[in-house]
């Protein structure tokens, strides 16, 4: 029997993301229909919120853990987060979690260097990109990395906050998106890494100047192999 997988919820339009890739792509391992058993628990994106703001990492990590102790609960095998700002405060959580965790930048870097990509953009919300969260996975692999500018922070900030995890899509947010990756091109970047899980409702391959890390299915994929495999193994 595959694993059950636990994920450990933040914002709803990447969460929801991450488990309909699971389930969809499930059958291709599993058979028609088929996927691994999935369990979900998510606090309000609020406390989160509140949290970060204030700098507040091992708040964060209360509330992950809290999720991590109900999923554990309810049988899952190990865990996910489709949230790339909350795994700043994952080194608080992983020594008092009741089960292992997938890291999101780690399967992303992963991909990057089977891909064979050496210099890779960094998208996402203020409190990512302003973190090591990306910079500390992508160095280990020997990839360099550029992150967007304080005025495209803000501004990607405002589309990811105030309208993509409200599910609100708009063209002008494309085109946000598509300056920044062009400028991260002519800087050298071969790739860039979505690095909000709500990011690929808007942005992917066909729309966007470098190729895409796709951060929310790639996360579903590594999980969805853990499962019927039964490792932790996250090399490609």
């Avoid at 062009?182 to 050298?188: L, S, V, W």
């Amino acid at each position: 029997m595959p694993q059950h997988i636990g994920i450990v919820g933040c914002s709803a339009e990447g969460a929801a993301l991450c488990y309909k890739t699971i389930c969809a792509e499930g059958a291709q391992q599993l058979g028609a229909h088929a996927h691994p058993e999935v369990s979900m628990h998510t606090p309000s994106l609020a406390e989160y919120v509140d949290c970060l703001d204030r700098g507040d990492l091992q708040g964060v990590a209360e509330l992950m853990l809290a999720s991590a102790n109900k999923l554990a609960k309810a049988g899952a095998d190990f865990l996910i987060c489709p949230d790339n700002t909350i795994h700043q405060a994952l080194p608080y959580v992983e020594a008092r979690s009741p089960l292992p965790w997938l890291h999101i930048a780690e399967v992303a870097a992963a991909e990057a260097v089977r891909r064979g990509f050496q210099r890779i953009g960094i998208t996402g919300t203020r409190w990512l990109v302003d973190s090591e969260v990306y910079p500390e996975k992508l160095t280990a692999r020997g990839l360099a990395y550029v992150r967007p500018s304080d005025a495209e922070r803000d501004e990607i900030n405002h589309i990811i906050m105030d309208e993509l995890v409200c599910g609100v899509f708009k063209p002008e947010a494309v085109a946000c998106f598509q300056r920044v990756m062009a400028r991260m091109k002519d800087e050298g970047c071969d790739a860039v890494v979505l690095g909000c899980t709500e990011i690929p409702l808007i942005m992917n391959d066909s729309n966007s100047p470098l190729p895409t890390l796709d951060s929310t299915r790639l996360l579903a994929r590594a999980a969805l192999r853990r499962a019927v495999q039964g490792t932790a193994k996250q090399s490609a």
